[in-house]
């Protein structure tokens, strides 16, 4: 099961192995476990707020129930933790409980639920417990090369909780790194360990779904920091992006050893969003193309407006060679992953599977924009911060930027769509 | 604006659910309608109080505040013995 991970990964609770992995899950372990469909079930503690929120989502569903521990506590009526968790799961949990499966005790950071795996074992359950709970796994990242030789690597480096997904390109001992995330550990590591100077930091886009580690990362390292100039205006408050950036032309290339990346502005998700293509081989789309599904064109609050330019940018890739390899920015599923774990698809692949490239190749522009706005997941308030947090103009401490991250990014329209109803399964 | 109170529990850098199981120890020893003033430096503290208020049946969460002290939070409950 283990063999499925590649040696290079990052998490921040990397310090030692545990003593026996059976009761303590670290995160590389949990996304082991979630990668290869082993079947377990969660007895999740956190309040139901943030239950609802986020939760462990893996390549098939994961059982979970949701009882907070301050409810274990109250109505196992005794003055100890575990002497509570102990009464409670015996009066009124056995139930619900699977007697033929792990229980993987979580927290929002694995200290409580330490007490109700131990709970759970002196009531006769298998357990264990998630280290460093939520906290740990919404942070945990993991990096899989998607080729890797003297020539050229591509090291695509992923939050798997989160669904986010960014990239190293390196060739020569130069690097360029796509769309960082908000922690620079992996970057540096990764860099570091194979003596790679990271030349350029690009972002395809200006995010709402996360915090952006490009100003940073580019800061850190005396790299360039590369953005759209549309996207270094926030879309609602119009305000320039304080952050310093050089502009992306369309076009533009940027050279990786003897290969190539170039500069496509494909705006629709964003006004300045581009995709980067590698030679004639790999195309990083950004938030454009997913695997299973395409972008949401209404992140900028102008979703009329944009989702025919959407559609034009869409059809702009479908016209690229369609032996390309996409490599998305984001995944929506655990299980959009190939049976290595790297989300990459061919474009002629995604041609015939992905959701919103079929309804694209179906339709009339006018049909597929109807499609685009009739698929749009509930906007989420806290994107608008975080482009202000992108652009510079917000400045949160560590804890708030966790909160804002918070859960699974929804960049992409909603799925179960029935194109020619024009409604929703 | 402070808050009064009968007894202080000083829950500071304890991690969950240290301060919640400590408070709730207290309060059994309080007199009815005395209050604990709890000081916690856990962030989650906050929505842990509230949840556990509703279903707790001798306590009720009179006020909760946030102090700044030397740049660190520090998040105040007063909890009252109803029962």
């Not at chain 1, 969660?42 to 098939?60: S, T």
Request: hydrophobic share 40%.
């Amino acid at each position: 099961m283990q063999g499925v991970l590649l040696s290079c990964e990052y998490g921040v609770t990397v310090a030692e192995r545990p003593k026996d992995k059976d009761e303590v899950w670290a995160a590389r372990d949990l996304l082991a476990r979630l990668e290869t469909r082993e079947k377990f079930f969660v007895l999740d503690v956190r309040n139901r707020e943030d239950f609802k929120k986020f939760r462990l989502e893996g390549r098939i569903p994961v059982p979970a129930v949701n009882v907070p521990y301050f409810e274990m506590l109250e109505l196992g009526g005794k003055d100890e933790m575990l002497d509570s968790v102990v009464a409670y799961v015996k009066r009124d949990l056995a139930e619900k409980l699977p007697s033929d499966l792990p229980i993987l005790a979580v927290c929002a950071k694995g200290d409580t639920s330490e007490f109700v795996a131990q709970a759970l074992r002196r009531s006769g359950y298998a357990s264990a417990n998630l280290k460093g709970g939520m906290k740990a796994w919404g942070e945990y990242y993991a990096s899989r090369a998607v080729v890797e030789g003297p020539d050229l690597s591509i090291y695509q480096v992923s939050r798997p909780a989160r669904g986010c997904l960014s990239y190293i390109v390196a060739s020569a001992g130069k690097a360029i790194v796509i769309d960082p995330l908000r922690h620079l550990h992996p970057y540096l590591d990764l860099a570091g360990g194979s003596g790679l100077t990271i030349e350029s930091v690009i972002d395809t886009h200006g995010h709402a779904d996360h915090i952006s580690g490009g100003p940073a990362l580019a800061a850190r390292t005396g790299a360039s920091y590369y953005l759209h100039p549309y996207d270094a205006i926030h879309p609602m408050d119009v305000l320039p992006a304080t952050i310093p950036y050089e502009f992306i032309r369309e076009g533009q290339t940027f050279p990786a050893g003897r290969h190539v990346l170039q500069a496509l502005h494909i705006p629709g998700h964003t006004l300045g969003m581009v995709a980067l293509r590698l030679d004639d081989n790999y195309l990083f789309t950004g938030d454009s193309i997913f695997i299973r599904s395409i972008a949401r064109p209404d992140l900028g609050g102008k979703a009329e407006t944009w989702a025919p330019l959407h559609a034009r940018s869409l059809w702009k890739l479908l016209g690229l060679p369609g032996g390309m390899t996409v490599l998305p920015g984001h995944f929506s599923s655990l299980d959009e992953a190939d049976e290595t774990g790297r989300f990459a698809a061919s474009l002629d692949d995604l041609k015939q599977r992905n959701d919103g490239l079929a309804v694209l190749q179906r339709e009339s522009l006018e049909g597929f924009v109807r499609y685009l706005l009739e698929s749009l997941p509930k906007f989420i308030p806290e994107y608008v911060e975080i482009k202000r947090v992108n652009a510079g103009l917000l400045k949160p401490e560590e804890d708030e930027a966790a909160t804002l991250e918070l859960g699974k990014n929804v960049c992409a329209l909603s799925q179960g769509y029935v194109a020619s109803g024009g409604g929703r399964q | 604006m402070s808050q009064a109170f009968d007894k202080l529990l000083d829950a500071r850098g304890l991690n969950c659910p240290m301060p919640l199981v400590n408070a709730r120890k207290e309060i059994g020893k309080l007199e009815l309608g005395q209050v604990l003033k709890v000081m916690a430096t856990d962030r989650g503290s906050i929505a842990d109080f509230q949840g556990w208020a509703k279903v707790a049946k001798n306590m009720q969460l009179v006020a909760q505040e946030t102090e700044s002290t030397e740049g660190a939070n520090v998040y105040v409950h007063y909890v009252k013995r109803t029962a």
